[in-house]
């Protein structure tokens, strides 16, 4: 499987972004697609999932109610819409894919990275 993640930027606290993940190259059925968050000098940590099958979601606490992850099966490509951003939340976040038997949020059972994008939250 293939991960190719974009959207990031520069944006105020309180902004919004949408990242994208685009998938290829291998059964997505048997995988959830997801974003895990990298700050600099920290561990990556769990953000969000979805599955493809049957478009389950999974979120971190800090994401609930704020971030909505979501998945175009037609585009092979899932989406992870970012609002009321904090500066917290500055980070590079990679694109993942995790067989649906795993843990969603751990970084240890993931099959698949992406590179990052970069998100950077001003205050």
């Known amino acids: 499987v293939q991960l190719q993640a974009s959207g990031g930027g520069l944006v105020q606290a309180g902004g919004s972004l949408r990242l994208s993940c685009a998938a290829s190259g291998g059964a997505l059925s048997r995988y959830a697609t997801g974003w895990f968050r990298q700050a600099p000098g920290k561990e990556r940590l769990f953000v969000a999932a979805i599955t493809w099958r049957d478009a389950r979601t999974v979120y971190a606490n800090s994401a609930k109610g704020r971030f909505t992850i979501s998945r175009h099966s037609a585009k092979n490509t899932v989406y992870l819409q970012m609002n009321s951003l904090e500066p917290e939340d500055t980070g590079v976040y990679y694109c993942?894919?995790?067989?649906?038997?795993?843990?969603?949020?751990?970084?240890?059972?993931?099959?698949?990275w992406g590179q990052g994008t970069l998100v950077t939250v001003s205050s």
């Open positions: 993942t894919a995790v067989g649906t038997e795993k843990r969603y949020h751990v970084a240890g059972d993931v099959d698949y």
